[in-house]
């Protein structure tokens, strides 16, 4: 792994066919290594057994009966990421608690997470066992505790608890895709930019440069770390689009 000189341009939260993204693992490393990205963390929703959207709309997921083969081919395309792309791939789950109660609803990504963790008691619990795995916990598209934004699943539980969850989470998305989340800014939380990516042309949009080397535990310690990062919105990424 080379010490970058540079920030990292980094995908920190995007979504495979593993659960509700429409591209395989594979094309998804393409795409970002081909539009020039050094480090792609994938995350796939892991969820409490009685969620309540998959009942409805039959989704897959992360569970126990897949996690091995899920972590197995990010382990055999890291590989392949590196040489092909300089990209850096790293393991991860978006730790999904749904609910048809906003104020209930959670999600959270686990950066670097390479175990399942279980959503049946709640996203407190599950944040505070992913981080004691070692992961850096990322609070995800925390909408704020106003009107229901025009969302399928809003997601109100951090911003109106994120006080009782400091020490469970690292940093919180600023961006997520191209929403802005302005009670983060205000709030002065650490913040980071996530494209939350399940389609590819959801790829030009807003990102996070670190400035570590490009290596997993560097950037995970990175991010549970108080040391600032670098938002950045991406102009259109013609030769990604193209490929």
């Known amino acids: 792994m080379r010490r970058s000189a540079r920030p990292l341009l980094c995908e920190l939260h995007a979504h495979t066919t593993w659960s509700d993204g429409e591209l395989s693992l594979g094309p998804l490393v393409d795409l970002?290594?081909?539009?020039?990205?050094d480090v792609l963390c994938v995350t796939d929703h892991v969820l409490r057994r009685d969620d309540p959207w998959p009942l409805r709309h039959g989704r897959p997921s992360v569970d126990t009966s897949n996690v091995g083969a899920y972590l197995a081919e990010i382990e055999r395309e890291r590989?392949?990421?590196?040489?092909?792309?300089g990209l850096l791939l790293v393991p991860g789950f978006e730790l999904t608690y749904n609910d048809p109660n906003a104020d209930r609803a959670c999600h959270a990504v686990a950066v670097g997470l390479h175990s399942l963790v279980v959503m049946d008691d709640g996203p407190a619990a599950a944040m505070e066992q992913a981080r004691?795995?070692?992961?850096?916990i990322l609070a995800a598209h925390p909408h704020d505790s106003g009107p229901t934004p025009a969302v399928p699943s809003p997601t109100r539980y951090f911003a109106r608890h994120w006080r009782q969850?400091?020490?469970?989470?690292?940093?919180?998305?600023l961006f997520n895709g191209q929403h802005l989340f302005s009670w983060v800014a205000e709030a002065r939380l650490p913040a980071v930019a996530c494209g939350d990516l399940h389609r590819p042309e959801q790829l030009p949009g807003w990102t996070t440069l670190i400035p570590c080397?490009?290596?997993?535990?560097?950037l995970v310690d990175?991010?549970?770390?108080?040391r600032p990062?670098?938002?950045?919105r991406l102009e259109q990424p013609t030769v990604a689009l193209a490929a």
């Open 32 to 37: 970002y290594g081909t539009a020039g990205f």
């Open 79 to 85: 590989a392949r990421a590196l040489s092909a792309h």
């Open 132 to 136: 004691a795995a070692g992961a850096a």
């Open 229 to 232: 990062v670098l938002l950045t």
């Open 165 to 173: 969850l400091r020490g469970l989470f690292d940093r919180v998305e």
């Open 222 to 226: 990175y991010l549970r770390s108080a």
């Open 213 to 218: 080397e490009q290596d997993e535990q560097a």
